[in-house]
């Protein structure tokens, strides 16, 4: 009696612990269909890859939402499992603060992809004159505190020519995406602190305290002159049809689809366009990700093969359909090796 009871419990424990073992696996399997979250300049290439995808493959679309490259990746690094995306797109690098938080839920190896490269831009409607900015105005126009007589007050600037007396005189109005937006981070990065070293006294704070440093050259003015958009560029676009004095600030690829009635402004005298991008002369250029879960590879069915179809010549490629809508595409020796690296599974390191 006692022979058959501890046999019967220990069954059942060995039972208890391949049902645990299995879940995961079976409870990933109920999803079908790749699940994609994060930048909205990356959306219309996931999209148009995702569609393609659908089409031409035995594999469900992808399903792909805009939500910002920091809210992408926030929800990428939230867990493993069918509950939780399985690529995140970002048009700027993962933080070592978003991959702890990965690995603080379990998400330990993520691979990266490069898929080529943006800039962005300060648009406004073609019914105004094109703007022509420096990154030290932009910086006088968007800073939240600037140095007065060596002095960082609050941002006296209303007026654009309150800068400079060769720009109008017409109040300083930017529309641009939140701080869950990668496009803000590159940016503030970029635009903001590449004109905040213009100034000397600005200079000598870093040497004395980076953080600082650059919790000033950072910070975005709020009262009123820098209006948070949201996520959706496309109603940013809008938003520049009706206020013809208007700047917004978004990625080149929504510049490219919209160029019968916007127009990209030159930074530091250099036009926004596919050379300037991709050679890097122009000065607010960065490059363009998406990360995947190494975990979801083999259980969600087809990432392994969206991987490829994102990476072949005829999607991000020189003459692949991405570059329509407004791709600035790696060089084809690179973007084999990005391809080859993620088919391969190479886990991510950050210096």
Known sequence: MTIKTNLAAIFTVIGVALVLWMAPVGFAQAREEIRIVGSSTVFPFSTAVAEEFGQVTDYPTPVVESTGSGGGLKLFCSGVGVDHPDIANSSRRIKPSEVKNCAENGVREIVEVKIGYDGIVIANSKAALMAELSLRQLWLALAKQVPVEGVLVDNPNHLWADIDVSLPAEPI??????PTSGTRDAFVELAMEGGCKTFKEMLVFKENDKSAFKAICHAVREDGAYVEAGENDNLIVQKLQANPQALGI????????????????????VAPEFVSISDGSYP??????????????GVIPGIEEFIN???????????GYLTDKGLIPLGDEEREEVRDAALALIPLKLP
């Open 173 to 178: 109005e930017v529309l641009g995406p939140p």
């Open 250 to 269: 978004f990625g080149f690829s929504f510049l490219e689809q919209n160029r019968d009635i916007i127009q990209g402004g030159s930074i530091n005298g």
């Open 309 to 319: 179809a994102f990476m072949h010549e005829d999607a991000s490629g020189e003459y």
């Open 284 to 297: 607010v250029s960065r490059s363009m990700y998406f990360y995947i879960k190494a975990a979801h590879v």
